[in-house]
């Protein structure tokens, strides 16, 4: 009887979860694909608060500036060798397709998330982090010893980060992606009494407690993917085998070895770390304009709040990923609609920021900047508003190079974004606007412009081969 329970308590629990599921036999609807899509898009707001929140939580520690940078600093380190795993959710939804996939793919995640531990282990307890936070980040006295700490604990952040990935990955696979909202909604849970109780935790070094913060609500987030895909999904071989038996009239695709899985991994790997040089480049070309400052301060309010309606684009590619057949016919026209209708969507919202006066209440009422400030800023605002259609342009072609394994053209485009952003700033600096901040958004564009136009030919040309 008590199993009976058991089971009847789980089937509910997985058609409750699963009412996102798609019936692979009907024509794609775009109400289906904002099933799909709409817990991704909260997700990614959502990740956005608690990294305010950590913020807020530093600040309650003693000696808050201290660990505000110590903190800044050992995170961007610890995210440096991080970028190995940050593709591992890519991974598992475009390569694990049948039983002998899911076995290598896995191993060889296994090995790299076990290298990334072992190396940042070996960083974080040796005489080296000191020396990189000295000699090369330039920290000195108290908020180098705190960020020497920091990483005493960071340094497992990568494992936690791989393994709520790896069943993220499964989670979209298998269509139950609001189990993906509800484990973000509980890491901010954490993080807010976390905070709440951050006064009564002096026992432990602050350094401690800032990286347990940060730690503690990816654990829950990986703890929750894990415990979910098992009551949700139960055995991934069968449920691998289902979706192959339902897909049994497509071409079965080639059996994964290892060459075929780096061959698809390091592109997205070195996509990553060109990503992480861009923001850095806009920053170094406001700092060369004639109120350095002003620019950096304006653009920077300015992005940060356009990225809360364009945050939801950076996981658009699992759209494609996960609806569109590798010969791109299947479906295409459906999602490419999708895209065009989430894109004017947040172009619409962006431009009643940037052309009304709510736009200038959000800045000087719930963000605080000043009148110069926030006038400034909706000149950032109001170019941005070309940014939705190219960003859901780009994730589309992202997405379809991922499904035909083709992750080579994926690092092409982003060396191409790079090339253009660096000359694009060189130019602009040359022509100085009288709003310098301005640099960064035409910047932006003309790079994100100049990676859809080469992503677009590709994936025409790939698809015609």
């Known amino acids: 009887m008590h199993n009976e329970q058991q089971g009847g308590w789980r089937r509910q629990l997985q058609l409750m979860i699963q009412s996102t599921a798609i019936n692979r036999k009907t024509k794609l609807t ?37 660990m505000i940078a110590a903190f800044a600093v050992a995170k961007s380190l610890m995210h440096i060798f991080q970028s190995p795993v940050t593709m591992i959710r890519q991974t598992v939804t475009a390569l694990i397709d049948r039983r002998g996939n899911l076995r290598i793919t896995t191993k060889f ?4 998330s076990a290298s990334v531990i072992l190396l940042l282990g070996i960083t974080a307890f040796s005489g080296l982090s000191r020396l990189i936070f000295g000699s090369v980040m330039g920290l000195a006295g108290k908020t180098l010893d705190q960020a020497v700490l920091m990483l005493h604990i960071l340094f497992l952040f990568p494992i936690m980060v ?6 993220v990955g499964f989670s979209l696979k298998f269509r139950i992606a609001p189990l993906i909202t509800i484990a973000s909604i509980i890491r901010i849970i954490y993080v807010l009494i976390f905070i709440i109780f951050i006064d ?3 026992a432990l070094p602050p350094a401690y407690l800032a990286s347990l913060m940060f730690i503690g609500g990816v654990a829950i987030e990986a703890a929750i993917m894990v415990l979910g895909n098992i009551l ?15 897909q049994s009239k497509k ?3 080639a059996r994964l070895t290892y060459t075929t899985i780096i061959y698809f991994y390091l592109p997205l790997i070195v996509t990553r770390l060109i990503q992480t040089t861009i923001m850095p480049i806009i920053n170094s070309g406001l700092a060369r304009t004639s109120e350095p400052d ?18 939801p684009f950076i996981m658009f590619h699992q759209v494609p990923l996960n609806f569109i057949d590798e010969d791109g016919r299947s479906n295409q026209r459906s999602v490419q609609k999708f895209a065009l209708l989430l894109a004017l969507t947040s172009a619409v919202v962006l431009f009643l920021i940037a052309f009304t006066d709510l736009g200038y209440l959000i800045l000087t009422k719930l963000i ?9 800023a909706a000149d950032v605002l109001k170019l941005m508003c070309l940014l939705p259609f190219l960003m859901a342009a780009r994730e589309y072609y992202w997405g379809m190079l991922m499904k035909r394994r083709q992750t080579i053209h994926i690092w092409k485009g982003k060396a191409i974004n790079l090339f253009t952003i660096l000359v694009s700033v060189a130019i602009l600096i040359f022509l100085a606007p009288a709003n310098a901040a301005i640099i960064g958004a035409i910047a932006f564009i003309c790079s994100e412009s100049a990676e859809f136009i080469f992503l677009y030919f590709r994936s025409r040309r790939s698809s015609s081969s």
């Open 30 to 66: 775009v109400r289906e694909q904002l099933l799909f899509f709409l817990p991704l898009a909260i997700t990614s707001f959502l990740i956005i608060i608690s990294h305010s929140l950590f913020n807020a939580g530093l600040a309650r520690l003693p000696d808050p500036e201290v």
């Open 109 to 112: 995640l296994l090995l790299v």
């Open 162 to 167: 791989a393994i709520r990935d790896y069943f």
């Open 200 to 202: 009564q935790m002096s």
């Open 232 to 246: 949700l999904v139960g055995s991934f071989n069968k449920k691998l085998d289902q979706l192959q038996k339902e």
């Open 251 to 253: 071409p079965r695709s």
């Open 294 to 311: 002003l620019s950096i301060s304006v653009f920077a309010v300015a992005w940060s709040l356009g990225m809360i309606i364009l945050s």
């Open 368 to 376: 605080g900047t000043s009148h110069q400030v926030s006038i400034l």
